[in-house]
């Protein structure tokens, strides 16, 4: 891609309505703009981040032996009055009435949808265990959308549900789910803790939440030093203990001490048990033939959440600094000189057609900026690898390799080419 | 993917509220159930097929040059009284308020939004011409939701939107889309007509629509037999002409004779003109410095409605007739004897190997049922290549090579994967 045709509409001064870094950095790198309050649209360079995350996301799921499915955003009031959550959710189930007066809601969950599903089209115990997912758009009609879309109102979010006939299958369905979503943040590059955690509104046994570690995380939790002990601070507040009293407290599996700290919580898993499937009344004939209700566990990871989380772990002050993983772009060519220079900017256009066929996601800055400004938006949009082209090269056949993170390096067309070989073949 | 691992709940009767074939045989090969009137869960099958198209039409986009984005499915009122269209549009617009009594609406479409975009963020003729499409959820709130997915009130539709500064730059953006939308019905492996066509609620100078032929289809069209021309009736009669004189009677062009066909609408493209940069004061600077406001074109194709319309257009009394392009999977292996006899399952689960590395998308049908119960299922989804292995295979090595249109093969198993090797290479 060359810079000049990507619609990318950077910003030099940090919108005042935006309070966090994430929230800032990703309306001055062009990612997103603001259409209503927590609404947004994603601009070319954010939904490059948002699908790669995405895609992640489809990958481990499909992984792990779960199916895709795509259910609808907008739900019959009639689901939700078999579990009596139309009456027992709050405002933030935006409530909705067709031409025909008939009522419907935005869709913050799918329980009641899959439920009804599965009651409709599973008989026996013989299709079980079964995990359907999807990736879809959610509304939550929030009281205060804040963070952009960190809490907006409409989001992106995987989530999947798991059908079991006995507690034993039921906890392997989980302890998938768990592997799984470990293995996605780890491959989306963050750092971050699975926390012990109150179930709330969708109900059920025992859940767990994953927090990526932040500064700005909206929740607190109390994490252990010396083991992967972790619980969501709100719990501890329910059972009556006072949190100032826990700083330096020995963690209660006796490793190490508990320490606090600021999470983003980008996923929760449940264990549901028979909540839903009791209220719906969704069975499969057993193994005697008898029909039992269905155990159930629900797993929600919050994909465009992901995208903010990650930004907040990973900046400076001039800008993002992707992962390599969800990177919009790895490799951003400088040539000074371009369209000025001829051999510069040969060299350049060659080197770019050598990366797209090397296989990397490369974007060259053809404008007619200088290099000051180049260098600028390339830090402030977080591209992990810039290819500087400048005089050296005429002079003594040098190109500089500059990283986000800091480190630079010098050395010849040849040895830059022969590095990203490398990488690429790793 | 194994058949038995699948969530793929096939049914054996016609469902009876579903009157064309292709909602019919959608519910009966288990791609799609039904949540609400309009409104319906894909299922992995069915989700696989959409996807396919999906790829398609955002490899298609990308190659003409547009940038994906993606717009928010709840969009304020206030954007929509700008254009008089709060008012304008009837009850297919579905008003919702939100918890702070604030007016919503779910999106039909996106010129608003995307013209408040363009406004906030296009400042110069030097960022144009622009074109950036979406691939995303839409909501009509149909009067009679009917023929599943065809016409359903929840939808996925890839929408783009083009922004020029002068007429003939318009008339290339609308030709390259014309063009795309050419490519991508190519590519999915349907016969189609361009129609000139009334540009409705949307509004502009010119548009003209996509029509897949299909006996039930809604719109009837007027086409030539020896050129290209074709004229949607409803333009006609709006004009006062009587379609029963049109019959046989010579194209306008002068080329052949008019005939009456049935189409199914699947995209659609407008020159919009200024209508709607005027109503919201969407202008750049031109090379004179001085503010003009753009001119539009706005594009839709309708990616659900494509996949029913491909069955329409692809079936028979046994099922769906996928084109390869976009069936859910291309070779389906039946194995006669599979789980009881032990060479036949050998060979039955190394083909299905050779068939993954070969990088076909292959299901294995390792279910308890007999020979028939297989074949009907496999002829009821529509897999276009089935290998069947027998008895035959034990006695003298031959497998038959079964095609979904009918034609049938007998070779040894090198024989088969030599064909299918050279088709992977084509």
């Not at 959550?85 to 409530?95: F, I, T, V």
């Not at 969950?109 to 758009?137: A, G």
């Not at 979503?181 to 803790?193: A, D, P, Q």
């Not at 606090?260 to 929760?268: D, L, P, Q, R």
Request: glycine residues 8%.
């Amino acid at each position: 891609m060359f810079w000049s045709k990507i619609f990318l509409p950077t910003l030099k001064d940090t919108p005042q309505d935006a309070e966090v870094i994430s929230h800032q950095l990703m309306l001055r790198a062009g990612m997103i703009r603001k259409v209503a309050s927590g609404i947004y649209t994603w601009l070319p360079l954010g939904l490059r981040v948002l699908r790669k995350v995405e895609n992640i996301v489809r990958e481990e799921m499909n992984a792990s032996g779960a199916q895709e499915v795509l259910m609808p955003m907008v739900q019959p009031k009639e689901l939700w009055e078999e579990t009596k959550r139309w009456k027992k959710m709050g405002p933030e189930l935006l409530r909705i009435q067709d031409r025909h007066e008939r009522d419907f809601c935005l869709g913050p969950t799918h329980e009641e949808v899959i439920t009804d599903l599965i009651r409709n089209n599973v008989k026996s115990y013989k299709e079980l265990p079964l995990n359907l997912y999807q990736i879809q758009t959610k509304f939550r009609d929030e009281v205060r959308p804040r963070y952009g879309v960190m809490r907006g109102r409409e989001f992106l979010m995987k989530d999947s549900y798991s059908f079991d006939l006995n507690e034993e299958s039921l906890q392997k369905s989980y302890m998938k789910m768990r592997d799984t979503y470990k293995n996605i943040i780890s491959r989306v590059g963050l750092e971050f803790k699975i926390v012990k955690a109150d179930s709330g509104a969708i109900g059920g046994d025992a859940s767990e939440e994953f927090h990526v570690l932040a500064e700005n995380g909206e929740d607190t939790i109390a994490v252990s030093n010396g083991s992967e002990f972790a619980i969501n601070t709100e719990l501890l507040l329910k059972k009556g203990e006072d949190l100032n009293s826990l700083e330096g407290k020995p963690s209660p599996d006796g490793k190490g001490v508990i320490q606090i700290k600021k999470g983003i919580e980008v996923g929760h898993i449940f264990q549901l048990g028979r909540v839903y499937s009791d209220a719906m009344g969704s069975n499969v004939l057993n193994h005697e033939g008898k029909k039992e209700n269905l155990l159930m566990g629900c797993y929600g990871i919050g994909v465009s959440r992901l995208v903010a989380a990650a930004i907040e772990q990973n900046n400076d002050k001039n800008g993002i600094i992707w992962p390599e993983s969800i990177a919009p772009y790895e490799v951003n060519i400088v040539a000074i000189g371009f369209d000025k220079d001829e051999k510069i900017t040969k060299a350049a256009l060659s080197l770019y057609e050598d990366f797209l066929s090397m296989g990397y996601e490369v974007i060259l800055d053809d404008r007619k900026d200088g290099y000051g400004t180049k260098m600028k938006d390339a830090e402030l949009i977080g591209i992990p690898m810039n290819v500087i082209i400048g005089k050296n090269y005429i002079e003594k056949k040098e190109i500089e390799l500059k990283h986000r993170d800091g480190q630079s390096s010098i050395g010849t067309l040849e040895d830059i080419k022969t590095i990203f070989e490398h990488f690429k073949n790793k």
